[in-house]
């Protein structure tokens, strides 16, 4: 099949209540490939910032990326700042760099401000998201509306400005009451889970079928392997519990669920994450999807994994490597029969000085010739 023929077959509106699991199975067989390259498209728009702030505007370049890449999806930009940015603001903190990092529990006027913000008015960068999936709904009836959020773990490491020793600590034992770290850790997962929670529920409010996850901080880096052998449940508890969450309102909703972790993984976390039952499942460039195939259930889709982190610079990795990874990905995925999409690593983003470089790159993705 040819890159692309999938959409070019479907002209016709898509009916929101068919977009199921067997939907997005019928795109993989299909032949479906395409990048998380929103980001890229939104830069070519001079005032790409204020894009950003104005939802209709926001949901132009959604669609804009789809044509594209010839997608049915709309897929939002990953920009995993939207949820600290509206935290910051429940709470009054200035974060204009992104850099604020809490050191004390939250005490009590200040989960108050929290408990109002969680179910007031959105900041600007959240209302404008909630407002880009509500254009496609409204719009653009001929494309799938998808939403996207970061993982509560992920947000949790924003707000630390050093989580590891205390997921470590928990990991060895120790508890919110041995360890104020700990209690610290523990507060503001919960804070984080609830929030992204929120912001999922406005936008499935919104009308998105799809909602795509991003959790690259559960991986080996924050979460140690040694103490996952030896029976620690520290990456059930603050990786998996929290996404069980997400993925039960998902499924309540019946909103499908694409889970994203680009991290360096161990198999554990590999088959935990298939415990989530995701329509989608999308991995980062060191896995060997092929392999991975045995590990997740045979209805979840493997999305991915070609290096885009990468795509910047031809000294990492030339035009003619991704063509051949991608072939080779494609050729794998179809021995092991297992349900494929050929896509990018993570978000394939804008960087200055380096544009064509960068889409000429996704270009020899989608267009190399498989044959299949």
């Not at 969680?118 to 799938?144: C, T």
Request: hydrophobic letters at 45%; one cysteine or more.
């Amino acid at each position: 099949m040819k890159p692309g023929r999938y959409l070019r077959g479907c002209n016709t509106q898509v009916k929101l209540m068919n977009i199921d699991r067997s939907y997005f199975l019928d795109l993989a067989a299909n032949g479906m490939r395409t990048p998380l390259g929103t980001d890229l498209v939104l830069h070519e728009h001079p005032d790409a910032k204020a894009i950003t702030l104005d939802g209709p505007r926001l949901g132009r370049v959604m669609a804009e990326a789809a044509a594209r890449y010839r997608t049915p999806l709309a897929i939002p930009q990953m920009d995993l700042t939207r949820e600290k940015s509206a935290l910051m603001d429940m709470l009054g903190i200035a974060d204009a760099n992104h850099d604020f990092h809490f050191q004390a529990p939250l005490d009590d006027a200040a989960l108050s401000r929290f408990e109002v913000g969680l179910h007031g008015n959105l900041n600007p960068l959240m209302r404008a998201h909630v407002q880009s999936v509500q254009y496609i709904v409204a719009d653009r009836p001929e494309l799938v509306p998808v939403g996207m959020a970061i993982g509560p773990f992920s947000l949790l490491t924003k707000l630390l400005a050093d989580p590891i020793t205390p997921v470590f600590e928990a990991g060895a034992g120790a508890t919110a009451t041995d360890e104020p770290e700990v209690a610290l850790l523990e507060q503001l997962l919960e804070i984080s889970t609830r929030l992204v929670l929120r912001t999922i529920e406005l936008q499935i409010a919104a009308g998105a079928k799809l909602m795509v996850i991003a959790e690259p901080a559960a991986n080996k880096v924050y979460f140690s392997p040694v103490q996952m052998a030896t029976g620690s449940d520290a990456f059930q508890r603050y990786a998996i519990a929290p996404n069980r969450r997400i993925a039960k309102l998902l499924a309540d909703a019946k909103v499908e669920l694409m889970f994203h972790c680009c991290g360096e993984l161990v198999e554990p976390m590999l088959r935990a994450f298939g415990t989530l039952h995701p329509t989608v499942l999308s991995l980062g460039s060191s896995r060997k999807l092929w392999e991975d195939a045995a590990c997740v259930p045979a209805s979840t889709i493997l999305y991915g994994n070609l290096p885009s982190k990468q795509f910047y610079s031809d000294k990492l990795i030339s035009t003619d490597d991704v063509a051949r990874r991608s072939l080779e990905l494609l050729g794998r995925m179809r021995e092991v029969a297992h349900p494929f999409i050929l896509g990018s690593e993570c978000d394939v983003l804008h960087v200055p000085g380096c544009e064509h470089s960068i889409r000429g790159k996704v270009h020899a993705m989608m267009q190399c010739d498989c044959n299949f």
